[in-house]
């Protein structure tokens, strides 16, 4: 049977006569104003792009879902949690981190791992990376950090003395530096790579008690990484390797998947564990805090419209649902504000209702009203108020989280825990990795250093020092640095340190 023809239309669904020649005046023109078809194609072509990420640009992304495997109840009232068994539709996106949309797929930066589920109490979204940890604990920092790892002002091009002079100059990096400059760094493919949720939030459930978790999606097709001599090859043989690997794997149904293991503190366990719990720069130890699976994430449909789908796609790591809330994490509290701020501005203020970013499985019920690009009913004719008489929504007791205490002076206050930046990286470098992994780190990153000036290739290396000796004996080395000047740098103060390497 011949399929029915489809009929070329404008936005408006007037059908169009032909699309090969514009109307003009005489022959070959000039051409008419009244082309009312011309001006409607060319003026969507000049909007087709809108602001690119300012981090995370290029992404890939698919639909899958998740299924709940073991009984969390105990600890969150959230309902997609609820049962073994249940099943809530998803959508993921991948993502590099620092570079442009058109960046390649095998460039050393962390992977953006996050998820929206689409659950009945309104979507929630997890907005990960495939690290454990980040290279800053406090919001105010991060535009500078971007700013790092973006193009130089001047020259335009990515410039290693930028990189490495903030770094060196920010000490808590250190861990998540280990990790970006170990194979880790490059994973092979999406598919082939963890994703943490980073921060810890707040789990609390049906009897008001609260926990603190963190979450860990592992790969269940095991962890595979480029060496750097395998990245750049690839980077200049498929640039979209990562992208292309996803959506060739689900069209031929081998639908990637991973285990959903979560690490879970009471208040009291977290007020007296060794590290602060809160420090995104830090992870839970698995002997201090063994994680264990409650669920399982399979991605099976790949979106038809890259644009409409992966693109406009927005998460926030503000989207919570009853029994799921923020923790006091102070990067977690700047990106509650951030992400929605940068929807606003990138996609408009209705984005919430672009199809992959509305709700699926429930009703909005709310005040908010108008503004661009509002379509739908729009709430129709009743009230934009509250409270009110007219029978509009009201909030429901019960549903909110359980309080937990905060206390101490409003002020611009120094990090101050005990604990110091430099001896998880170290416990890294000297209980995780392999003498093989060891020799692929440092190789990583004095390939990458070299290109900086040397006072600030002194102070980094001083800071792998107080990590580990031979981490920063290494390093320094490789480099054709004094040793004896970076061990005496490492035992400085980070302001003296800062001083010392000032000129």
């Known amino acids: 049977m011949a399929k029915e023809k489809k009929v070329y239309t404008t936005g408006f669904g007037a059908p169009i006569d032909n699309d090969q020649n514009s109307k003009t005046a005489g022959n070959p023109g000039p051409i008419l104003l009244q082309d009312t078809h011309l001006l409607e194609k060319i003026g969507h072509f000049d909007r087709e792009r809108i602001p690119e990420r300012v981090v995370h640009a ?150 008001g008690e609260y926990f603190w978790v963190k979450y860990h999606f592992k790969t269940e097709q095991g962890i595979r990484n480029l060496t750097r001599d395998e990245a750049t090859e690839m980077k200049g043989v498929d640039p979209d390797h990562a992208t292309r690997d996803l959506h060739d794997a689900i069209e031929r149904g081998e639908y990637p998947s991973w285990r959903l293991e979560m690490q879970i503190m009471t208040p009291e366990e977290a007020d007296k564990y060794r590290f602060d719990p809160f420090d995104i720069t ?44 923020a923790s006091p994490d102070k990067l977690l509290q700047g990106r509650l504000f951030s992400y929605h701020d940068t929807h606003l501005h990138r996609l408009g203020s209705n984005y919430h209702l672009l199809p992959v970013n509305r709700p699926k ?3 909005v019920n709310y005040y908010q009203r108008d503004s661009n690009m509002m379509y739908g009913e729009n709430s129709g004719d009743g009230p934009n108020y509250f409270p009110n008489s007219f029978g509009g929504p009201e909030p429901e007791e019960g549903t909110g989280e359980p309080p937990f205490e905060v206390s101490g002076k409003a002020d611009r206050q120094p990090y101050t825990h005990p604990n110091d930046d430099f001896f998880q990286a170290g416990e890294m470098y000297r209980r995780v990795m ?9 190789s990583n990153i004095t ?43 490492a035992k400085m103060t980070q302001e003296d340190r800062a001083k010392a390497t000032a000129k």
């Open 58 to 207: 290029k992404g890939a992304g698919a639909y899958g879902t998740f299924e709940v495997t073991a009984d969390a109840t105990r600890y969150t009232k959230a309902k997609f949690l609820s049962q073994i068994g249940r099943k809530t539709d998803v959508f993921v996106r991948f993502s590099t981190v620092g570079g442009e949309k058109g960046s390649a797929d095998a460039e050393r930066d962390p992977r953006g791992f996050a998820i929206k589920f689409y659950t009945e109490e309104g979507n929630y979204d997890m907005t990960g990376n495939n690290t454990p940890v980040f290279f800053i604990r406090d919001p105010l920092k991060f535009p500078d950090f971007i700013h790092t790892q973006k193009r130089h002002p001047g020259t335009n091009l990515k410039d290693a003395n930028m990189f490495w002079d903030f770094l060196s100059l920010t000490p808590e990096s250190i861990h998540q530096v280990t990790i970006l400059f170990s194979d880790r760094g490059t994973p092979r493919t999406y598919r082939h790579m963890n994703g943490y949720s980073s921060h810890t939030f707040k789990w609390y459930n049906e009897q």
């Open 282 to 325: 830090k992870v839970w130890f698995h002997n201090d805090v063994k994680p264990f699976t409650i669920g399982r994430l399979v991605l099976n449909r790949n979106p038809k419209n890259y644009f409409a789908e992966v693109e406009q796609a927005a998460f926030s790591p503000a989207n919570f649902i009853p029994g799921i809330a």
């Open 361 to 363: 499985n429930t009703t």
């Open 434 to 442: 392999t003498e093989k992994d060891r020799e692929h780190l440092v």
């Open 447 to 489: 390939t990458h250093l070299r290109d900086a000036i040397k006072r600030i290739q002194l102070r980094q290396a001083a800071i792998f020092f107080k990590a580990d000796p031979d981490y920063g004996t290494r390093v320094a080395r490789d480099l054709k640095l004094d040793v004896k000047e970076v061990k005496r740098l």
